[in-house]
C-alpha cells in the first residue's frame, strides 16, 4: 500500500494568493483528517471526515479555510486568501471508520505538504 | 476545553538508560495515542491505548494509561541511538488534542 498521498509537497505562494493541499487517504479508511503542525502551536487538528461527511471542523481557524471530501477516495484543503501566518507543515491522516461512540482508530499520516506564504 | 500536557518537553539521556515521559489530560478520556516524529518527516502511530489500566509494548518502548488520574506514560528501556525523536501524546475526548511533544535525544 502506498499510504497516505499528499501533494504538493512543498509550495511557496505569496500572500492573497489560493492555495489548495491535496490528499488521497489510505484504500478502505473511510475517516481522513486533516492537521497543520506549527513551531508555536504545535499540532492542531483542522477537520475531519467519516465517511466523506465532515464531522468536525470546530478546529478551522477562519473562513479563509475550507475543505472538501467529494468521494473516498480524495480530499482537498484550501486556503483563500493565504497569508504568512498560515505558513506551516500540513498532514493529512486517514484511518479505518470512526467506532462506536466515534472512537478514532489509529491514524496514518501522510508526509506533509510544507507551506511558505511570503 | 482539553488540555493535554507533556513532560518533559526536551529529554536528553545516555544510551542504556531508562526513563519515563508524562502525559497528563485535563478532561475524561479512554482514548490516548502515542506517535513517534523524526525531524522533517510526518508521524509514526506507536501505540492506541482504549481502556484504564491499558498497558502496551513494543520493542524497549512501553505506554501505559491511567483513566482515573487522567496520566499515560511512555517508559523507555536501556535507551539506544534510534530512540531520537520527538514523542507526542494524543488524547481523544470528542475533540483530539495533542501534547507539544517530547524531544528525546539519545547519546552515545
Known amino acids: 500500500d502506498a499510504g497516505v498521498i499528499q501533494s504538493p509537497r512543498h509550495e511557496v505562494t505569496e500572500m492573497g494568493q489560493e492555495v489548495t493541499l491535496r490528499c488521497k487517504p489510505i484504500s478502505g479508511h473511510n475517516s481522513l483528517f486533516w492537521y497543520r503542525q506549527t513551531m508555536m502551536r504545535g499540532l492542531e487538528l483542522l477537520i475531519y471526515?467519516?465517511?466523506?461527511?465532515?464531522?468536525?471542523d470546530s478546529g478551522m481557524p477562519e473562513d479563509r479555510f475550507s475543505a472538501k471530501m467529494p468521494n473516498a477516495s480524495f480530499s482537498t484543503l484550501k486556503i483563500q486568501p493565504s497569508e504568512p501566518r498560515d505558513s506551516a507543515v500540513y498532514f493529512c491522516a486517514s484511518s479505518l471508520p470512526l467506532g462506536l461512540a466515534g472512537v478514532k482508530e489509529t491514524q496514518y499520516f501522510g508526509p506533509g505538504t510544507r507551506l511558505l506564504v511570503l | 476545553e482539553l488540555k493535554v500536557e507533556q513532560n518533559p518537553l526536551f529529554l536528553s539521556m545516555q544510551e542504556g538508560k531508562n526513563y519515563t515521559i508524562y502525559c497528563n489530560y485535563s478532561?475524561?478520556?479512554?482514548?490516548l495515542y502515542w506517535y513517534r516524529q523524526d525531524p522533517g518527516k510526518s508521524l509514526e502511530s506507536l501505540f492506541v491505548?482504549?481502556?484504564?489500566?491499558a498497558v502496551k509494548q513494543e520493542g524497549r518502548l512501553m505506554a501505559s494509561l491511567d483513566t482515573k488520574a487522567r496520566l499515560s506514560t511512555l517508559h523507555i528501556t536501556a535507551a539506544v541511538h534510534d530512540l531520537s525523536a520527538t514523542y507526542f501524546c494524543a488524547v481523544d475526548s470528542q475533540d483530539m488534542r495533542f501534547g507539544a511533544g517530547t524531544r528525546l535525544t539519545v547519546k552515545p
Open positions: 478532561t475524561t478520556s479512554d482514548r
Open positions: 491505548l482504549l481502556s484504564n489500566g
Open positions: 471526515f467519516n465517511n466523506n461527511v465532515p464531522i468536525d
